[in-house]
């Protein structure tokens, strides 16, 4: 027992004689946080203790005794646990360990807590402080100023994005797509004796109802040769619709080129998408094309 | 007395001037505040009118008006109370966090709840990796050179991992916090320097008008995260010269290190700008005729090794974990150079600077006019400490030697500004002055309290009101300005699509074909696209995109005229063995000349842009549909996805008609 002893003991609240133990036991109950559904709840309390607690602590074993002002110590202490969380990822990776919310939580746990009895010594050991209750309405009214800009910050900041979330924004614009759907192409697609169905999908995101036409061909070395009948269709708005083509095995054993088109009907300037493979006959050789 | 306010300012204050005592006539302070809360209400809702216009039109310069009125009604009253002399110094701070909050709206409200700009989807795709893989340094297709520097990403990741949000939301709180404790490390800095709060909490209001301070340090950038690290291991580097030999000295200078290690760990150009202020400060800390006084040696020694460990762990990070950042790096400064050279001897002419910009002629015009005003502050500045080293205010030893090293980092910006005209160093220059600025603002800000303690003075009202009424305006005028100088419109304004926009090429059919990609083939697939197309695909579609270059030429591709062979084929051969499986083309190319000018990457052959103002991409982008090693397997209205058969198989066609009927059906 000593004349710091006495003065720490005399400094009053159990919080100012050995904060950096509470701030670790505040760290250790981040994993009760894990409880908490995930999302905006949780980050309450979650977010300040990952973003304050280890650069506190670091402070605090760095530059115990030294008054720093409290916005500085505030910014200095989310800054250094960003650090740490960083340097918590480093080492993970380093020891070939998955980054995940467990192994870091454990890290960062490893690096608080030697913080925080570094930051406890000196603590201790540090040159009597002054009694507790000087300075502390000073304090308190700096506090106080930071926290209401922050509140206020925060809720014209969040105001305004409600609000601008909340006006009407213009429509997106709409859109139409063609691709084909079950078996992935993956260059020429063998035809067996008894044919093949190629399913496609169509999907409408537009306003209103529009009518198609699906025609179906297949080109060789160059002019296109029809390949089934065409068919009309209407899709309304927010629609998908699934298609398919059917094909017999392709003659002889030279490949050809399916093409699917789809033409909107009714414009002056009708748009048109189309989607294609190449297909063989799986029992023909390909020399038998030449002949 | 605290450390790095009182203690530091009372060694040698800049306002002795003898003025009257503050008058305390704030005895409605409620009214007041009633008056600012409606300012800051108004403002907030005029940028909100802004956006709303913004987003139905392209070129409406209404959104102009009304963004700075709701920016100056922000900004304007709160600057006011900082500047007053009434003001406490805990007021002061809590206004400078008021003004940090504020300030982040513009890009928030950009789009609330997705990324936006180019890099911040490079940066979503890192954080991801590291969520999904449980590892760091995946690669990033979008900008590779992200992925080697995981300080922002873990971070993320370990408050996404922590608090279950998601990681734009994680990604909007870590800058948010980032971007009130840059604002609040310039002061921090400025009164660690010697200033007083009100001097210093005016030089962080000062380096808030800086190019990149609205927008481009508030995306999700590495940049955001390092700027702020950068200024407070400034903070702790100055506190540490300032301190006592001792404990405390050592103290500051294990605060440094951490610091320093992670800028090293966050930005690369960063982290050299962070060890050159420290090597320039440490230089001025060398030289007699500034700093020689008692202890100056140990506190030079102190500057140097905390300089020296720096550049050693950027170094040593360089070296083994981020090798490519110096190829990276060096194109910039070394076209940058060479232009600006072609252009002092007349053999190339420079940039036109805001030929392109969809601003109005107003915010050209104080683009130039905040360089003036800079000037003009600066030369004010350096008149100031002329009379206080001339007054014996400002005597020899470290706060003399630390202002001087400041003082020349923030001329650094004048001579910067030059490289605006090239096109290469134009982007390097713009960066350039978030870190010039902090020397800016510190060697400005004096000279600004001087000029309002000297309106103060000024017997008759109507002068005093004259004198504040223009120092408002130039604010007003540095405050658009800077900004304008910074960021094209099309990156600050939300708005309808604008092809060849890395701020506004998403569109929903771009997400519906990105995540019909991913449904349909799974995530990490080889695919060669545009710029614009790929920073989605990229990003939420999961795939890896190829980085077009001269070595790896994936334009060729669309340049081949039909009925030409597609090529080269040493790029079919290198697509082929790379396990390159998927193009995916926008039709746009072919009719469209990108906004900022490049279809897929900067160092792109001009030639894609033809002289008549047409792309070279017009008439050649059919080809796809007949190639027959290609197979279109989706199209939307802009978009066609081919899968790429390679190596090209010689299969033979039918060439003659043949009975073959199939059947089509649908619902």
Known sequence: MDANDNSVRRSGTPWRVAWPCWLLVLFACLAVTRMLPAGEGRAVVAAPILLAVPGALTLGALLAGRNLAGVWFGCLAALLSMIWAAFASLALYVLHMSITAESTYWCLLLICAPLAAMAQVRLIRGRPGPPADVGADRLRVKAGYSLAAVVAGVALLAGGTYGYLHVPHPVPVGYTWIAWSGAQVQGIIPVGGSGITMPFEIEHQQADTAAFRLTAVWTGADRQHSLARPVTMRIGPDQTMRGALAIPPPPGGCTYRIVVTMTELGQVQPQSWSINADVRHQGQRQNACAS | ?667
């Open chain 2, 1 to 667: 007395m605290t450390l790095g306010t009182n203690r530091v300012a009372a060694d040698w204050q800049w306002n002795r001037s003898r003025l009257a005592p503050a008058p305390r006539s704030w005895k409605n302070v409620a009214g007041m505040a009633v008056a600012i809360a409606i300012c800051e209400i108004m403002g907030m809702e005029f940028l909100l009118i802004s956006y709303s216009i913004a987003q139905t039109t392209t070129s409406n310069q209404a959104e102009f008006a009304w963004f700075w009125i709701g920016m100056i009604l922000i900004e304007l009253p709160l600057v006011g109370i900082i500047v007053n002399r009434v003001s406490s110094e805990a007021a002061r701070y809590a206004l400078l966090i008021l003004l940090g909050i504020l300030t982040y709206a513009p890009k928030l409200l950009r789009d609330p709840t997705s990324p936006d700009y180019h890099d911040e989807f490079a940066h979503w795709r890192d954080v991801y990796d590291i969520i999904a893989t449980g590892k760091l340094f995946q690669p990033v297709p979008i900008v590779p050179i992200v992925s080697r520097y995981p300080g922002l990403h873990s971070t993320v990741a370990a408050l996404v991992n922590a608090t279950g949000l998601t990681i734009w939301q994680g990604a909007t709180l870590l800058i948010l916090m980032l971007h009130v404790t840059l604002l609040l490390g310039i002061a921090a800095l400025a009164q660690s320097i010697g200033f007083d709060s009100r001097t210093a909490a005016l030089a962080a209001v000062m380096y808030s008008f800086n190019s990149s301070f609205l927008y481009f340090d508030t995306e999700f950038g590495y940049e955001s995260m390092a700027i702020t690290l950068l200024v407070w291991a400034l903070f702790s580097f100055v506190q540490a010269i300032r301190a006592e030999p001792g404990r405390g000295r050592a103290a500051w200078c294990g605060v440094t290190v951490l610091l320093s290690a992670g800028t090293a760990v966050t930005h690369h150009l960063s982290a050299i700008n962070l060890a050159v202020i420290m090597g320039m400060v440490s230089l001025a800390l060398s030289i007699p005729a500034l700093a020689r006084r008692q202890g100056w040696v140990r506190a030079a020694v102190t500057a140097w090794t905390l300089t020296l460990i720096t550049g050693l762990s950027i170094a040593g990070w360089i070296h083994f974990v981020a090798p490519g950042t110096v190829a990276y790096l060096s194109p910039y400064l070394g076209s940058g150079l060479s232009e600006l050279m072609q252009l002092a001897t007349g053999s190339s002419g420079g940039r036109q600077l805001f030929s392109a910009s969809l601003s109005p002629w107003w915010e050209h015009q104080a683009g130039f006019g905040v360089t003036v005003i800079a000037f003009a502050a600066a030369i004010a500045g350096l008149l100031l400490i002329r009379n206080r080293i001339k007054g014996g205010l400002l005597p020899r030893g470290r706060p003399r030697s630390i202002l001087i090293g400041f003082t020349a980092l923030g001329l650094i910006y004048f001579p910067s500004t030059l490289f605006v005209l090239s096109p290469a160093g134009a982007e390097g220059a713009r960066r350039s002055w978030a870190i010039s600025w902090i020397g800016l603002a510190i060697l400005t800000a004096p000279a600004a309290v001087w000029l309002l303690d000297w309106a103060e003075r000024r017997v008759r009202a109507l002068h005093r009101i004259s004198i504040r009424t223009s120092l408002a305006v130039l604010l007003a005028i540095a405050l658009v300005g800077g900004t304008a100088a910074g960021l094209d419109p099309s990156y600050r304004f939300p708005g309808p699509f604008l092809y060849g926009s890395d701020a506004r090429s998403e569109t929903p059919e771009l997400d519906a074909m990105s995540q019909w990609f991913l449904s349909r083939f799974g995530p990490g697939n080889n695919i060669v696209t545009d710029r614009y197309t790929g920073l989605i695909i990229a990003s939420y579609g999961l795939q890896d995109t190829a980085n077009p270059s001269a070595g790896f030429p994936t334009y060729d591709l669309y340049l081949d005229k039909p009925g030409q062979p597609i090529g080269p084929a040493f790029l079919l051969e290198e697509l082929g063995s790379s396990n390159y499986l998927y193009l995916i083309v926008d039709k746009r190319m072919a009719f469209d000349i990108p906004h900022v000018g490049v279809y897929f990457e900067p160092d792109e052959p001009s030639s894609f842009v033809l002289p008549d103002g047409q792309p070279e991409f017009e008439g050649r982008l059919g080809k796809f549909n007949t190639a027959l090693w290609m197979d279109k397997v989706f199209q939307s209205d802009n978009y066609s996805v081919y899968r790429m058969n390679l190596p090209a198989a010689s299969d033979t066609y039918q060439d003659h008609a043949v009975e073959f009927q199939g059947r089509l059906s649908v619902g």
